[in-house]
């Protein structure tokens, strides 16, 4: 799965490769306007990753000629403006998503994923599963080790996430947005504390924990060796 | 014209109301002194002829030509002559007569190259068709000599007139301007460091009070933004001093020998939640900044207030059965707002009154449907907030709690600050008040806007 990175500012073109590169992504970087361009549009690349403020061309320039030749590439933005103009705009030309800059990687991560996997179609499934944790779609049931877990409403959809996303990290503001609707940037431990009630009932019984803290940046779904 | 200064331009306005005014009382004056000069010289001219008359038809013995000169030897600038069919005779003083006379009666005004006369014409005889003409002709070049001084004298007085008015109009002008130049003074010592400087409104004639209220107005408006944004500044940099400080000692203590694995990863997972709180705080401070200047884009749309209240409150259900709050809702409302902005506004009221409420205590939210707006509270029992801290909770970087040091929570001290931001973009008013163990913020948003 190959990314494109137009990102002028070193560092952090850099940084998203590295990150990228080591969540499994094959990423290219280039750091100017008019190669990005050259390269957005030789449909080689699974998602664009553009800055707004780039040399040469800008994101908005890139992700017009990417729509203007029939390409529908995923295009994620990155931008230190907030300016709702921009967003508006962006979205107008047929930009997928949009970040602005202070952000986190595995905010970065969480969408670039989310993008990647919009556009396969995925086979309606009926439950999902982890070792020997099973979440039954249709009957909202879920089960452990045959014995049967309680869960809330919230909780339900909550370990649906992570069941879905098994494997990558989820950020506090993905999770608040995804299960709960809230889409802005809070500083409560609300998400703290749901994860907390979710582990006392799906892992605190068990030998093999499934949920993850991974510190300072979201909560996953796996299975580790013990 | 528009570059001229304004006492300019009234002086010489009022100049040119006294020269049009004075312009036509000397016209008139003109007028009527030609008129009353005519009448005179008609009434003049007339009384000759009934004398001339008399002289000619009145032959009692006395030859007619001394009667006749005898008549006119009264009136030096005085000419006659009497012309019937075939010849012309003069009588009088010999003036010098202008060539061309009219021939038919009535008074006439002539001219020639160096006098003036009135010209009388009538028949000797009225009552005869073949009646000899008379024609008394009067040299009036004096008259005309006076009024053409009189016009000369109403010219230069017009012309004075008009400047002397420019001139006092000036004087005045300036004078009754210098209000306008004291505002101006005054405006001109404003700068970035002295906004508070502000115009005299009660010494203000009334048409300069209202500008001047303006300008005042203006400038406290100027003032107070230039107020925050130093404060915000300040306010800012006061921030970010604690973690930036924080990152710097860690990292280069870190640094400073060897160290094991998990030590390099402890520090950078210190790190990281330094600057996840400082991201957290830039990205709050930009939302305040983008709310001060008017810039937040409010999406309406129609809400039931009951439903997204049971939205927030599920949201913070985890949190408050942790402690064994109980949270509620009564009422309902549709409004028109912005879902993401209320929401936002409204869990952080949530989030604070869960911070502050005891365990096992209680946090409601109330709506009260009104005719002219909705009124959302979130109240919770608790200790309370002394009264004179109530007006500073929604200060940026204001913390309730002393115990809370800057810095040393996930939690910035702007959550207030923001939800007050919010609630004016939608035209509303929040408040707290505190009183018998119950804290409660009250939002009062505006119907049908």
Not at chain 2, 279 to 296: E, R, S
């Amino acid at each position: 799965m190959k990314l494109l990175i137009v990102e002028d500012q070193l560092k952090t073109g850099q940084y998203l490769r590295q990150g990228l590169s080591e969540a499994g992504f094959n990423a290219d970087l280039v750091a100017d306007g008019i190669t990005g361009q050259q390269l957005a549009l030789s449909d080689e690349y699974a998602l664009l990753i553009l800055d707004v403020m780039l040399p040469g061309r800008d994101g908005w320039q890139i992700l017009q000629a990417v729509r203007g030749a029939g390409l529908d590439t995923p295009v994620l933005f990155l931008t230190a403006r907030d300016a709702v103009q921009d967003r508006v705009h962006g979205l107008e030309l047929g930009a997928d998503d949009y970040l602005v800059k202070p952000f986190a990687f595995s905010e970065l991560l969480a969408r670039v994923r989310s993008l990647l996997r919009r556009g396969s179609s995925t086979p309606q499934e009926t439950s999902l599963q982890l070792a020997d944790l099973r979440l039954d779609l249709i009957r909202r049931r879920v089960e452990r080790s045959g014995r049967r877990i309680d869960l809330t409403a919230k909780e339900f959809a909550l370990l649906e996430m992570l069941l879905r996303r098994q494997g990558e990290v989820l950020p506090k503001s993905l999770i608040a947005s995804q299960v709960w609707d809230m889409n802005f940037d809070s500083d409560t431990n609300v998400i703290e504390v749901a994860i907390r009630r979710l582990r006392l009932k799906v892992d605190d019984e068990f030998p093999n924990k499934l949920i993850h803290t991974v510190r300072g940046m979201g909560y996953v779904l796996e299975e580790r060796s013990l | 014209m528009s570059r001229w200064s304004l006492s300019n331009r009234l002086a010489l306005l009022f100049a040119a109301c006294t020269a049009v005014v004075s312009l036509f009382a000397g016209v008139l004056f003109s007028r009527g002194s030609e008129a009353h000069f005519v009448e005179l010289d008609r009434q003049l001219l007339e009384t000759q002829l009934i004398g001339v008359r008399r002289a000619v038809q009145d032959n009692h013995g006395h030859d007619p030509q001394v009667r006749l000169d005898d008549e006119l030897s009264r009136q030096a600038d005085l000419t006659l002559r009497i012309k019937d069919s075939n010849s012309a005779q003069w009588h009088g003083s010999p003036i010098p007569a202008p060539p061309e006379l009219p021939e038919r009666p009535g008074l006439y005004t002539l001219r020639d190259a160096d006098n003036d006369y009135r010209v009388l014409n009538a028949p000797l005889y009225p009552d005869r068709t073949d009646s000899p003409q008379l024609t008394l002709l009067l040299n009036i070049t004096h008259h005309q000599h006076f009024l053409q001084r009189m016009q000369r004298l109403i010219w230069l007085t017009v012309g004075l007139s008009a400047l002397a008015t420019a001139l006092l109009g000036a004087w005045a002008a300036r004078r009754g301007l210098r209000p306008l130049r004291r505002m101006g003074a005054i405006a001109s010592s404003v700068s970035a460091r002295s906004l508070n400087a502000r115009l005299p409104e009660a010494h203000m004639p009334i048409e300069l009070a209202e500008l001047a209220r303006s300008i005042n107005d203006m400038l406290g408006r100027l003032d107070d933004a230039f107020q925050r944004l130093s404060a915000f500044s300040a306010d800012i940099a006061h921030e970010l001093r604690t973690p930036l400080s924080n990152l710097l000692t860690h990292t280069q203590v870190t640094l400073t020998r060897e160290r094991s694995l998990e030590d390099y990863r402890e520090a950078l997972h210190g790190n990281l939640e330094e600057l996840q709180w400082m991201a957290q705080l830039v990205n709050d401070m930009l939302y305040l900044a983008k709310a001060d200047h008017g810039l937040l884009a409010l999406h309406r749309e129609p809400l039931q207030l009951a439903e997204e209240v049971d939205i927030l409150l599920d949201f913070f259900a985890p949190l408050a059965e942790d402690v064994n709050i109980r949270l509620g809702r009564d009422g309902e409302s549709l409004i028109e707002g912005d879902r993401n902005m209320l929401r936002r506004a409204l869990s952080n009221l949530l989030d604070n009154a869960l911070r502050f409420t005891p365990v096992d205590g209680e946090v409601r939210v109330r709506i009260v449907d009104g005719a002219q707006g909705v009124s959302v509270s979130v109240e919770n029992s608790g200790v309370g907030i002394p009264a004179d801290l109530l007006p500073r909770l929604f200060d940026r970087f204001y913390r309730a709690d002393p115990a809370r040091q800057e810095g040393s929570s996930e939690h910035a001290g702007l959550g207030l600050a923001i939800t007050r931001s919010i609630i004016r973009a939608h035209g509303g008013q929040i408040r707290c008040e505190s009183a018998d163990g119950w804290t409660r913020f009250v939002i009062e948003l505006p119907k049908n806007n």
